[in-house]
């Protein structure tokens, strides 16, 4: 059993910084990979990035690469997400999870524990 809080939202202008963080609880937070999911008003959740057990293998959505870098500290049980060069269009709920299974990341239904969320908001 996993337990995610993120934390680290809050409204920002375009073109800002923000580092969202999501601290876990339970056993063997190291053996999860982890990942960033975002779902906007009136809009599916969509996968944002990923990150395997170890660190050494990262993925990104097509819409975030190049801006965003998720990494974690197996020692803090904590899993980031920097976000630069903020958008309007990434203004929503962050969400981090957890899965054991290495396969279609993407994929929300791969991933058993779920974080509560944190609002991101970017104004233009």
């Known amino acids: 059993q996993v337990q995610l809080v993120e934390s680290g939202g809050g409204l920002v202008q375009a073109g800002d910084s923000l580092r969202v963080s999501c601290a876990a609880s339970?056993?063997?937070?190291?053996?999860?990979?982890m990942a960033w999911f975002r779902q906007a008003p009136g809009k599916e959740r969509e996968f944002v990035a990923r990150i395997s057990w170890s660190g050494a293998v990262t993925a990104y959505a097509d819409s975030v690469k190049g801006r965003f870098t998720i990494s974690r500290d197996n020692a803090k049980n904590t899993v980031y997400l920097q976000m630069n060069s903020l958008k309007p269009e990434d203004t929503a709920v962050y969400y981090c999870?957890?899965?054991?299974?290495?396969?279609?990341?993407?994929?929300?239904?791969?991933?058993?524990?779920w974080g509560q969320g944190t609002q991101v908001t970017v104004s233009s």
């Open positions: 339970g056993r063997s937070f190291s053996t999860y990979a």
């Open positions: 999870a957890a899965s054991s299974s290495s396969y279609y990341y993407t994929q929300s239904s791969v991933y058993a524990y």
